[in-house]
């Protein structure tokens, strides 16, 4: 009765450990896919960037990302551009 106990204990315990192991993989990976970003359109925001046929290759890999910042940027509020409509003449 006592080793099922610790037995089902020691069972939880590696399932915790095994979670946070995925866990921290995919924060990694989702930190990977970041940089691979930076790395590729990096040159918009001034960074030094690899070399053009480089980007052309890793392009096609960066589809969902681009479609995430896309998304991010139509849903975006103008706040300056609606202040600067009013001036307009």
């Known amino acids: 009765m006592l080793f099922r106990h610790i037995a089902r204990f020691l069972k939880g315990f590696s ?3 095994k979670e946070n192991a995925v866990s921290l993989i995919e924060l990694e990976c989702a930190e ?3 940089l691979f970003a930076l790395l590729v359109v990096g040159g918009l925001v001034g960074l ?3 070399p053009t046929t480089l980007s052309f290759r890793l392009l096609p890999l960066l589809e969902h990302e681009l479609k ?3 998304s991010i940027t139509l849903n975006l509020d103008d706040a300056f551009g609606r202040v600067a409509g009013y001036f307009e003449a």
């Open 15 to 17: 399932q915790g450990f």
């Open 68 to 70: 995430v910042m896309s």
């Open 32 to 34: 990977y896919e970041n």
């Open 48 to 50: 030094p960037s690899p």
